[in-house]
């Protein structure tokens, strides 16, 4: 398994703008914002996609997604609402292989996005 971007941003090679970290996770704003608010949620414990996550570690997907909801409501967007997206596969548009979660918001988002 060779390093992604998001391997070298938790190793401190690449600088990221980080707005919540715990001891299961790190969030900071995407280089390539689709909304006002663009957030990327990263486990700290490396997995390919979600699905794998799902089956080798069980306990750690409830985990995951607290903590995404934990960064949203750091953002202050649990009023206004915001979207939580997975990507998981290149059929589902994962780009990098490491599971990642997208928290979009800031303004009314459409479906489908576009």
């Known amino acids: 398994m060779s390093d992604t971007i998001f391997d070298k941003i938790l190793a401190g090679e690449i600088p990221a703008d980080t707005v919540y970290e715990d001891d299961h996770v790190l969030a ?5 914002p689709q909304a006002p ?41 649990d009023g206004p609402g915001y979207r939580l ?18 928290i979009l918001g800031g303004r009314r988002l459409t479906w489908p996005p576009g």
């Open 85 to 102: 997206v997975v990507n998981n596969g290149q059929d589902g548009g994962q780009e990098v292989e490491y599971l990642h979660a997208h």
């Open 37 to 77: 608010v663009h957030v990327l949620v990263i486990p700290k414990r490396r997995v390919e996609r979600l699905s794998a996550y799902a089956q080798e570690h069980p306990e750690f997907v409830g985990q995951f997604f607290s903590a995404a909801a934990r960064v949203a409501a750091h953002l202050d967007l």
């Open 28 to 32: 900071f704003r995407d280089i390539n």
